[in-house]
């Protein structure tokens, strides 16, 4: 239960009780003080969690009865000992979130995540399934499909559901996903099984060899892009009021931003090195790699089709001299998502990945591999956000750390392994979204083995 002190225009909120102190209730704007946090006028209302204890039983709870696909609570999850052949679970449940868009009045629904690690995970007690070979196709090798774990392919042909779900739940117009799927080049095929109605930004049918490493975004070692595992797809209910662009081949439209170019287009690597956490590796590439994610960011923009103009956030000029396909119209919404590397704060990467969402003109960015326990230091990419902006218009949302947690015997067996629970983060421009209620994945999901 949480306790609620009014001073003037301002709350305290207090950390009555560990467990029901949950960072994905609020909206946090300002600072850590005096073993609180303060906010103002900006406390959220939530399908999932309750902020304060009203004494009512909540009568969404389901029963305890488990069927596949069927929807578990939280708790239920949490406390599940045994999983049938044919059943998974996210490993990271993803994270939705719903918006009212103020152009137009429409709502927006995204949901962000991060899929198993690639390949087939080896433990003592465990060891990974391949993926049911009856998901190749005659344009395809055994052999490709083969390198993946059926783990994460289960969680990539989850999507489907995945959206629809959260299109349902929050009655939305258009609804965004994006996400680390691990899943490799030759095998984007597999987006080829969605229905017609699940689009994607990158053409289902595009074939990564023939444009270099223009569509990959997961950094290598030797300052190269090595895979396409960042993926966005989408519903879109509404294209009167909506365009989203999509590409289908090598065209000027940017999908990635290339954040080898960090230190030319994004900060001075000089600025970052007077802050006592910088770290340098051995060249410049590495040390991006290293310091500041091993993906680069991906992004959607949404067009806003009867609507005159937005004060949406700019695309630098300098890094356009660059970057033509990174132009955006004064009616476009620029959704991204961003796997931040082991994110758990810190003066120099808050500084960096914040300087690179503002100058990339990113309305709103789903943050992921956020680690467990680090979701409140966000604050620090938001707090950064505002001083480049010179206002207020940043804020953002975190998922609850409990939603998470991954079931004890799963860890027992070997299957997941602990240190693969993390948080979902969400940012937004207030000025152009107002945030309505979020909520975790807590489906069973289809397990593809053989």
């Known amino acids: 239960m949480l306790k609620k002190e009014k001073y003037g225009k301002k709350s305290k909120i207090k950390k009555i009780k560990e467990n029901n102190f949950c960072y994905s209730n609020f909206i946090i704007n300002r600072c850590w003080c005096g073993g609180y946090f303060a906010y103002k006028n900006i406390i959220e209302n939530q399908k999932q969690t309750k902020t304060i204890d009203d004494g009512k039983k909540d009568k969404n709870i389901p029963s305890k009865k488990i069927e596949e696909n069927s929807q578990i609570s939280q708790t239920e999850r949490n406390k599940l000992t045994s999983l049938q052949k044919n059943e998974t679970i996210y490993v990271r449940p993803p994270f939705g979130a719903k918006f009212l868009i103020k152009a137009n009045n429409k709502d927006l629904s995204v949901v962000f995540d991060h899929f198993d690690s690639p390949d087939k995970r080896k433990k003592d007690k465990y060891k990974e399934k391949s993926p049911s070979f009856s998901l190749v196709d005659s344009n395809t090798k055994k052999s490709d499909l083969n390198k993946q774990g059926a783990q994460e392919v289960s969680e990539f042909l989850g999507i489907e559901n995945l959206l629809k779900y959260y299109r349902d739940e929050f009655k939305s117009s258009l609804t965004i996903f994006g996400g680390d799927t691990n899943i490799k080049n030759e095998n984007y095929y597999l987006a080829r099984k969605f229905s017609d109605e699940i689009e994607s930004t990158l053409d289902k049918n595009l074939k990564f060899k023939g444009y270099g490493e223009k569509y990959l975004t997961s950094l290598g070692t030797k300052g190269n892009y090595s895979n396409q595992y960042d993926k966005m797809f989408f519903i879109n209910n509404d294209k009167e009021n909506f365009g989203i662009d999509t590409i289908k081949g090598d065209t000027v439209k940017e999908y990635k931003i290339d954040i080898y170019k960090t230190f030319k287009y994004f900060i001075e690597k000089d600025i970052l090195k007077r802050l006592n956490d910088f770290k340098e590796s051995k060249n410049d590439n590495l040390t991006i790699r290293n310091r500041i994610s091993d993906h680069a960011p991906v992004f959607s923009d949404v067009n806003l089709k009867n609507v005159t103009k937005i004060e949406n956030i700019k695309v630098d000029s300098t890094l356009l001299q660059g970057y033509e396909g990174l132009r955006k119209s004064d009616k476009t919404l620029r959704i991204a998502h961003w796997n931040i590397l082991n994110y758990n704060g810190g003066k120099a990467k808050s500084l960096a990945i914040a300087n690179i969402i503002y100058k990339s003109g990113f309305d709103?960015?789903?943050?992921?591999?956020?680690?467990?326990?680090?979701?409140?230091?966000?604050?620090?990419?938001?707090?950064?956000?505002?001083?480049?902006?010179?206002?207020?218009?940043?804020?953002?949302?975190?998922?609850?750390?409990?939603?998470?947690?991954?079931?004890?015997?799963l860890i027992d067996q070997q299957r997941f392994g602990k240190d693969q629970t993390e948080q979902v983060a969400i940012i937004y421009d207030s000025k152009n979204f107002e945030f309505k209620e979020s909520k975790s994945y807590t489906k069973l999901i289809k397990y593809f083995v053989d």
């Open 364 to 409: 709103l960015v789903g943050l992921t591999e956020i680690n467990d326990k680090a979701g409140e230091t966000v604050k620090e990419i938001v707090d950064n956000l505002n001083t480049l902006d010179n206002s207020q218009r940043f804020k953002f949302i975190v998922q609850n750390r409990e939603d998470t947690i991954i079931p004890q015997f």
